[in-house]
């Protein structure tokens, strides 16, 4: 990465993290923490970051803000964290029309064949976390497929995976394991940074 490009990262609320209420716009989640490493590491090099993350959104709500919030800001690098809340909406209100796992992917796909043939940007896909911190939650088995579909896109596009879901739930399972979530899905501190030391192991060695 180089001191001219543009890292931009697009997703929910765990993406977002306050960042309308941060005056440099990246929140406090782990945008923030990979920004202040890139800094930190190589601040000759650092690329502009900027945090797209509206909290609440679906894979759906992209489709709607794609143009306006990642195809012109002309990216050089698109990182993808989006589909927690089409499981967790289907837990909470299970009469809802949702997306399911094969709407996801197919949505998902639209959105990388249209980056993909509007800019030259290098994607990254961000594994949908966790929901609720024991491996065998329902919505944890909820988020196989998805996590499933993340993978097949990652393939055909040649993208970068971060296999954030596999990092979460290898922590968890140590003995010692501490908290990662405020309440099941939104990170707390020690869940962001696993999540930005998971995305800069994954990526900074390909790009």
């Known amino acids: 990465m180089k001191k001219n490009e543009v890292l931009l990262f697009v997703g929910d609320s765990l993406t977002d993290c306050g960042r309308n209420e941060d005056p440099e716009g990246l929140g406090s989640g782990y945008v923030?923490?990979?920004?202040?490493?890139?800094?930190?590491?190589?601040?000759?090099?650092?690329?502009?970051?900027?945090?797209?993350?509206?909290?609440?959104?679906?894979?759906?709500?992209?489709?709607?803000?794609?143009?306006?919030?990642?195809i012109s800001e002309h990216p050089n690098y698109v990182s993808i964290l989006i589909g927690i809340n089409d499981v967790w909406r289907r837990l909470d209100h299970p009469k809802k029309e949702l997306v399911f796992p094969d709407q996801y992917e197919k949505i998902l796909q639209e959105l990388l064949l249209d980056l993909t043939a509007k800019t030259s940007a290098k994607v990254i896909l961000m594994e949908p976390t966790i929901h609720g911190e024991e491996a065998d939650s329902l919505g944890n088995?909820?988020?196989?497929?998805?996590?499933?579909?993340?993978?097949?896109?990652?393939?055909?596009?040649?993208?970068?995976?971060?296999?954030?879901?596999?990092?979460?739930l290898d922590y968890l399972s140590l003995p010692s394991a501490k908290q990662l979530t405020l309440d099941g899905v939104h990170m707390n501190s020690a869940g962001n940074l696993l999540l930005a030391k998971t995305w800069v192991e994954s990526c900074l060695p390909q790009l």
């Open 141 to 168: 088995i909820m988020l196989k497929p998805y996590v499933e579909a993340v993978h097949r896109l990652a393939k055909e596009y040649d993208a970068i995976l971060v296999p954030v879901h596999e990092a979460l």
């Open 32 to 70: 923030r923490i990979i920004r202040d490493y890139l800094l930190i590491t190589n601040p000759a090099q650092a690329p502009t970051v900027m945090n797209k993350g509206i909290s609440g959104n679906h894979v759906t709500d992209l489709v709607s803000r794609w143009d306006q919030d990642v």
